[in-house]
């Protein structure tokens, strides 16, 4: 059994940086992916980031040269460095991980909101 857990959410002002870690416990031999989604009130989840573990990255074309996905040493961990915060970045964000064989998983989220 995989458990996702998140943090590092909170408010933030427009401009500023926020840094959300994710941290995965469990069965991690077989990690394929991580990623971070969000949802925004109104919204249907979109997905932000991902990385693979060979380290390739893909970003959604509203977050890029902003937002960076990385990996922890140990690989059960994914961060997502969020500079130049706008308010239309407020929403739940959600760590993701899929493994070999398909199976997903997701964390319970944790809430950014940018606002002065």
């Known amino acids: 059994q995989v458990q996702l857990m998140e943090s590092g959410g909170g408010l933030v002002q427009p401009g500023g940086p926020l840094r959300l870690p994710c941290a995965a416990s469990g069965s991690l031999f077989s990690v394929n992916v991580m990623a971070w989604y969000r949802q925004a009130p109104g919204k249907q989840r979109e997905l932000v980031a991902a990385?693979?573990?060979?380290?390739?990255?893909n970003y959604t074309d509203t977050v890029k040269g902003e937002f960076t996905i990385s990996r922890g040493n140990g690989k059960n961990t994914v961060y997502l460095q969020m500079n130049s915060l706008r308010p239309e970045d407020t929403a739940v964000y959600c760590c993701?991980?899929?493994?070999?064989?398909?199976?997903?998983?997701w964390g319970q989220g944790t809430q950014v909101t940018v606002s002065s």
């Open positions: 990385i693979s573990t060979n380290g390739y990255t």
């Open positions: 993701n991980m899929v493994v070999v064989g398909g199976s997903v998983y």
